[in-house]
């Protein structure tokens, strides 16, 4: 006992966990060995992964501090555009096309300090919106409204005036049902349905 007590606890198995195992009557040394010999696999692995992530997040910081503010700007709307093609851009280009995402992201690249400013409030004020029209309870009130044209002119932003239609605009609100990253996306920020009624609020006034 004092033996499987010892190697138990060199392989770094708390003692708790130890005097449970040996407290089982038909207590298998080999077979939890190897469970643990597994789990410690699996630790091994995370460890790797977050060691590399932490390693890139400080040579990330280390060349962030070594920019100016017009690099700065630059690099934060590359790594946007970057996350919007990892989360979004498989099923984007299926819906619209290569042609309009790529003018999309390329818009995105282009804008000045300022856009960008006014891109990310509105972003916010949609939100807010948002949740003063579901106060309402109906998609058709004049707070509904309101959030449907600020959400109409938010999606101008990303696809530009020529790439807006009423008609992509409700399907992408359609869309959004069918995705769980967007309805978790509004509902986290608004409450929850309100993914389910933003898409009420554009059939009902996007026409």
């Not at 966990?17 to 410690?40: K, M, N, V």
């Not at 979004?88 to 818009?107: H, K, M, P, T």
């Not at 400013?117 to 004049?142: F, H, I, N, Y």
């Not at 898409?199 to 006034?205: G, K, P, Q, S, V």
Request: charged share 30%.
């Amino acid at each position: 006992r004092l033996q499987h007590i010892l190697l138990l606890r060199s392989c770094g198995l708390p003692l708790a966990d130890i005097a449970e195992a040996l407290s089982t009557p038909a207590f298998d040394l080999e077979s939890h060995l190897r469970g643990h010999l597994l789990a410690l696999r699996r630790q091994a692995t995370e460890l790797a992964q977050a060691i590399q992530v932490t390693q890139q997040a400080l040579n990330g910081l280390e060349e962030f501090k070594s920019m100016n503010d017009e690099q700065r700007f630059e690099k934060l709307k590359q790594e946007a555009v970057e996350r919007f093609e990892e989360e979004y851009g498989e099923e984007s280009r299926a819906l619209y096309g290569d042609g309009v995402i790529d003018e999309a992201n390329e818009r995105m690249r282009s804008m000045s300090k300022l856009a960008w400013d006014a891109k990310e409030e509105l972003e916010q004020r949609v939100k807010e919106a948002l949740v003063a029209a579901m106060a309402t309870g109906d998609p058709a009130s004049p707070e509904s409204r309101m959030c449907a044209e600020m959400h109409a002119q938010w999606i101008r932003v990303h696809w530009g005036e020529g790439g807006y239609t009423p008609e992509a605009h409700r399907a992408l609100a359609d869309g959004y049902l069918a995705d769980p990253r967007f309805i978790a996306y509004y509902d986290d920020a608004c409450g929850e349905g309100a993914t389910q009624f933003l898409r009420d609020i554009i059939h009902a006034n996007v026409q």
